[in-house]
């Protein structure tokens, strides 16, 4: 048996789907008659490109020093560890591809709508000024930290310099794959990076060590995005059916120190990548699904 469709959650996704900027305008007609996974799984792909205004401690990779030109750069680099710890807004020093956030394309790899160093590597970059720079911080960001790698540019990309910074910092963590051995002929990054550009999945080998490098979908999308949509769906579906039942959500609101409302109506919401339930009378949002930044 098929069950139509909940007004609540039909809502959310007709508010997702207007929400994408579109290149052009009427591919927004594409995001309106996608699977709704596809089209949540869309949406945080391009969201997760932002980076929520919050506080975060910056860390500083060891190795900055020895990958790229952060050396030339640290003055700028300071400012924007500053901006960061005080919790300010990181668009001024974003690309301004986040404009487009579905495309048209013809080859599903095209990376005309996706961020690739984020898919591959949940890396953000940032350019050094809000005017724009050649240089970018690479940065990972999660909710608490600001992880510094490297100083590089749009080339590090490809050429092998962002993917070797990147292995040689997962050394030691919970990327280093334990107990497999390295290849005695490693491929080299740039071959690395033009499978991965193709959507295919790699490992990196320092050393002895072998390290997870990118994790992607063929599409070139990032797994992490797709199981992040499928925990949504999933809460989604579960708490709908519960809403509609007397004095639902009252414990909420009672635990945040609020008043319950005569007659609540909820709806569901997303912001950045978290997904929210929120009380329409009152605005009082609850968080129910959180994202990793």
């Not at 391009?46 to 050396?71: M, Q």
């Not at 960001?141 to 070797?164: E, Y």
């Not at 005695?184 to 991965?196: A, D, V």
């Not at 990196?204 to 390290?211: A, E, I, P, S, T």
Request: with cysteine.
């Amino acid at each position: 048996m098929v069950y139509p469709e909940r007004p609540r959650i039909r809502d959310f996704y007709e508010r997702l789907a207007d929400s994408i900027p579109c290149e052009p305008e009427e591919s927004r007609a594409d995001l309106r008659a996608m699977d709704r996974w596809e089209l949540l799984s869309r949406y945080i792909g391009w969201a997760d490109r932002f980076v929520p205004a919050r506080p975060r401690r910056v860390v500083t990779w060891d190795g900055i020093l020895r990958h790229g030109s952060a050396r030339h750069h640290s003055e700028a680099v300071l400012a924007l560890a500053a901006e960061i710890e005080t919790g300010n807004d990181m668009r001024p020093y974003l690309s301004d591809q986040l404009n487009y956030g579905y495309v048209r394309a013809k080859d599903q790899t095209l990376w005309g709508n996706k961020d690739y160093v984020l898919n591959a590597y949940e890396m953000h970059h940032l350019h050094l000024s809000p005017s724009g720079t050649k240089e970018l911080l690479y940065v990972s960001f999660s909710r608490v930290d600001a992880f510094f790698l490297m100083v590089g540019d749009h080339k590090s990309f490809d050429d092998g310099t962002l993917a070797q910074a990147v292995a040689d910092a997962r050394v030691g963590t919970s990327y280093e794959l334990k107990g497999i051995l390295g290849s005695r002929q490693p491929e080299t990054m740039s071959e690395h990076n033009r499978r991965q550009r193709r959507g295919l999945s790699t490992a990196f080998q320092v050393g002895d060590q072998v390290v997870m490098g990118a994790l992607l979908s063929s599409a070139g999308t990032s797994p992490l995005h797709t199981m992040h949509a499928d925990r949504i769906t999933e809460a989604m579906q579960q708490l709908d059916v519960q809403i509609d039942e007397p004095q639902f959500g009252r414990d909420w609101f009672e635990q945040n120190g609020k008043s319950y409302p005569a007659t609540p109506t909820f709806k569901w919401a997303i912001q950045y990548c978290d997904l929210y339930l929120v009380e329409t009378t009152t605005s009082v949002g609850f968080p129910i699904v959180k994202w990793r930044r």
